[in-house]
Antibody
Framework: EVQLVESGGGLVQPGGSLTLSCAAS????????MHWVRQGTEKGLVWVSR????????IYADSVKGRFTISRDNARNTLYLQMTSLRVEDTAIYYC????????????WGQGTLVTVSS | DIQMTQSPSSVSASVGDRVTITCRAS??????LAWYQQRPGKAPKLLIY???TLHSGVPSRFSGSGAGVDFTLTISNLQPEDFGSYFC?????????FGGGTKVDIK
């Protein structure tokens, strides 16, 4: 069974930093591209970032480019999202998502971790 | 960025009804379109990808159609467990973008 378990969320002040982790199990982690997607209080889904299988290629939404860094440790089956210069508008549930092999489509989602940026 | 517009924003239907949700892209996305279901307090689940291919384990009462800019998700014979929100997503070009969602209430 595919499992993705996020951790690391919490309350942080504007301008602060936070690193999210996602522990993957139930599949060969190194064979899949991975994403982060967030869902804010307005309930809309927003794609954040994507990383390829060996971590050599990444892409970001314009809203987080230069502030967030996606990475992975295939030996630990773990995906990361380093977030710096956090803004109030970054407040959201952050989901770790696997991309299915073949079409560029996210298939399995973790349960999410809540990040709150507030003073 | 490709904008995705869903309608209606909410719908209330009875068990056994047929429900149709539409999604329009601001530019053509071929058939690179996915649908997700999200129950309250839960993560989204993939229902359909490539416009019309059901994800593993998804009941056959769900179906998808369309191409280009206009797409449809149909739930035939609505069941109580189908309540929740439904989102479309284009997977044609980055950044991947989602529709605003359709909330389905069971009468």
């Amino acid at each position: 069974e595919v499992q993705l378990v996020e951790s690391g969320g919490g309350l942080v002040q504007p301008g602060g930093s936070l690193t999210l982790s996602c522990a993957a199990s139930g599949f060969t982690f190194s064979d899949y591209w991975m994403h982060w997607v967030r869902q804010g209080t307005e309930k809309g889904l927003v794609w954040v970032s994507r990383i390829n299988m060996d971590g050599s290629s990444t892409i970001y939404a314009d809203s987080v480019k230069g502030r967030f860094t996606i990475s992975r440790d295939n030996a630990r089956n773990t995906l990361y999202l380093q977030m710096t210069s956090l803004r109030v508008e970054d407040t959201a549930i952050y989901y770790c998502v696997r991309e299915m092999n073949g079409p560029t489509t996210p298939d399995y989602w973790g349960q999410g971790t809540l990040v709150t940026v507030s003073s | 960025d490709i904008q995705m517009t869903q309608s209606p924003s909410s719908v209330s239907a009875s068990v056994g009804d047929r429900v149709t949700i539409t999604c329009r892209a601001s530019q053509g996305v071929s058939t690179w379109l996915a649908w997700y279901q999200q129950r309250p307090g839960k993560a989204p689940k993939l229902l359909i990808y490539g416009t019309s291919t059901l994800h593993s384990g998804v009941p056959s009462r769900f179906s998808g159609s369309g191409a280009g800019v206009d797409f449809t998700l149909t739930i035939s014979n609505l069941q109580p467990e189908d309540f929740g929100s439904y989102f479309c997503q284009q997977t044609y070009k980055f950044p991947l973008t989602f529709g605003g969602g359709t909330k389905v209430d069971i009468k």
